[in-house]
């Protein structure tokens, strides 16, 4: 369930590569338990958004805050502050030689510095929520494309973040695969799960979004609840932009 309680505020956040201005001045708060999906073409810094609140990419200016600290500067701290900020990415980053158990245990045992026994308990509780305790000794390589992706998140979720970002979770995968990911996401919504979603999965990011951040060009130029997606004029370009799925 959503509160009033803003947990992270991303403040004029600006990127550039080389002469390429990806991110121009991005802005906005996230409320503890709010879904925020980002839309918008190809190209126009989402996915470039995620990884500069995540600090995988160091933004060129701006300020992150998180939980009223200010995170953008932080060094040595930087690990963390990435234990609360959970990443899911499209290729799934997972360690091709631990079974499913091995890449959910492997952070819990040399970042939290868990005994086996505490590691082992918490690994199988998440797996068992994204539909997992049958691969418990499989490795990725075994796994469906869908199974590789709750994978990720079960790893995500074992470290208990404050908040979890979705990269295109599902841009690899087929319509059946995709289901399976998309459901267990919408669960963790539900659930009251901080989550930031990149997607250009349209019926499921209007389903589940408390808002629709419409992006182009670098900047957040729409946005707003879904309900007000067909009606209000300060969605007309996202508007223009979901038609295009539907020629």
Not at 88 to 107: C, K, P, R, S, Y
Request: with cysteine; proline share 4%; glycine share 8%.
């Amino acid at each position: 369930m959503m509160t009033d309680e803003i947990i992270l505020r991303v403040e004029d956040i600006h990127k550039r590569y080389g002469e390429n201005e990806v991110l121009k001045g991005v802005s906005f708060d996230v409320q503890r338990g709010e879904t925020k999906v980002f839309i918008g073409p190809s190209g126009t810094g989402k996915s470039t958004l995620l990884r500069c609140i995540n600090q995988l990419t160091v933004p060129d200016s701006g300020y992150i805050w998180l939980n009223g600290e200010e995170v953008t500067h932080a060094g040595p701290r930087i690990n963390q502050y990435r234990q609360k900020i959970g990443m899911v990415f499209q290729n799934f980053n997972l360690f091709d030689h631990l079974t499913a158990l091995g890449n959910v245990e492997i952070a819990l045992l040399r970042v939290k510095k868990m005994n086996r026994q505490e590691a082992r308990k918490k690994a199988l509780m998440e797996l068992e929520q994204v539909g997992l305790s049958d691969k418990v000794n499989s490795y990725p390589a075994e796994l469906s494309g869908g199974q590789a992706q709750r994978l990720s998140i079960a790893r995500a979720l074992a470290m208990d973040p404050e908040v979890i970002l979705f990269d295109e979770p599902t841009s690899s995968l087929d319509p059946e695969l995709t289901r399976e990911v998309l459901e267990v996401m919408r669960r963790l919504a539900r659930n009251g799960m901080t989550m930031l979603i990149v997607t250009h999965e349209m019926g499921f990011a209007l389903s589940v979004a408390n808002e629709i951040l419409f992006m182009e060009h670098g900047l957040i130029v729409e946005k707003g609840p879904p309900s007000e997606i067909p009606t209000s004029q300060n969605f007309t370009r996202t508007r223009q932009f979901l038609g295009s799925f539907q020629d």
